[in-house]
């Protein structure tokens, strides 16, 4: 019984998870997942960069394997969208002021970090872009 983070050096961002499978075989099938288009869960967001690797947090008892991967999806600020009963819109909550914070982008635009993707696409960003 494991618990496990999955990280890329590309990133701050972290996945949790648990298993009962090796770490190696765990990884790999997130990976066959991923490659396959058959999962869309939150690890995705790191599964997209070819450098991503896998780490044991902990062994807890099986009794409290998920109780452990619960406590370091919260204590990690992970991607994971689902905690054992936590609803998607208790998550969305949970983390709405994280998505919602302002940023101020070079091209001197204020955003909110959700919309920093699409704000990079921007004509606005892109013209900024072409004059730097």
């Given amino acids: 019984m494991s618990v496990y983070k999955i990280s890329s050096p590309q990133t701050e961002k972290v996945y949790v998870g648990a298993t009962t499978e090796t ?31 896998i780490e044991l947090i902990e062994n807890p008892p099986a009794d409290q394997l998920n109780e452990r991967e619960n406590f370091w999806i919260k204590e990690l600020d992970s991607v994971n969208i689902r905690i054992d009963g936590r609803t998607y819109k208790e998550w969305y909550l949970d983390t709405l002021d994280k998505y919602t914070a302002p940023f101020e982008c070079e091209c001197g635009k204020t955003i909110q970090i959700r919309c920093k993707s699409a704000h990079s696409r921007s004509k606005k960003h892109m013209d900024f872009k072409m004059i730097v």
């Fill in 23 to 53: 770490l190696a075989k765990r990884l790999s099938r997130h990976q066959q997942k991923f490659r396959t288009n058959y999962g869309n869960g939150s690890v995705n967001q790191l599964l997209k960069f070819d450098d991503c690797n």
